[in-house]
């Protein structure tokens, strides 16, 4: 039983973790910002001229265009951008709560045998 409930913490932990991710917009008006902000392997939004949004995977960042797999988007067709990064505040949230709730279930089982309770 004990096991069990250490086990559905660590698979609550585990839901919670994609959500350390979020899109944060890069500002595009220098190309430069976007080369240093973007990276092949990257997941980006990006809203072109004509109104149209692709989300995808950017295999590489040219000088003059983002690249995806059968996608490539020139610098002057991107109206908006955004890349998915890691939200350091909710990821350090989310391994210190889960440590903590962690530490208090082995406490509490820990106690619970000691008073002769299971």
Do not use: Y
């Not at 797999?69 to 610098?75: D, G, P, R």
């Not at 951008?81 to 949230?93: N, S, Y």
């Amino acid at each position: 039983m004990k096991k069990l409930s250490i086990l559905r913490c660590l698979a609550a932990l585990l839901v919670a973790l994609p959500g350390c991710k979020s899109m944060q917009a890069v500002t595009h008006d220098a190309w430069s910002n976007v080369t240093a902000n973007v990276e092949a392997g990257d997941t980006v939004e990006v809203v072109t001229t004509d109104g149209q949004i692709e989300r995808f995977v950017v295999t590489q960042v040219t000088a003059d265009a983002l690249v995806g797999n059968e996608i490539h988007i020139a610098k002057e067709d991107i109206t908006r951008l955004q890349v998915r990064a890691v939200h350091k505040g909710r990821t350090f949230g989310a391994a210190f709560g889960g440590a903590a709730a962690a530490l208090v279930i082995v406490l509490a089982a820990a106690t619970a045998a000691f008073l002769g309770g299971g």
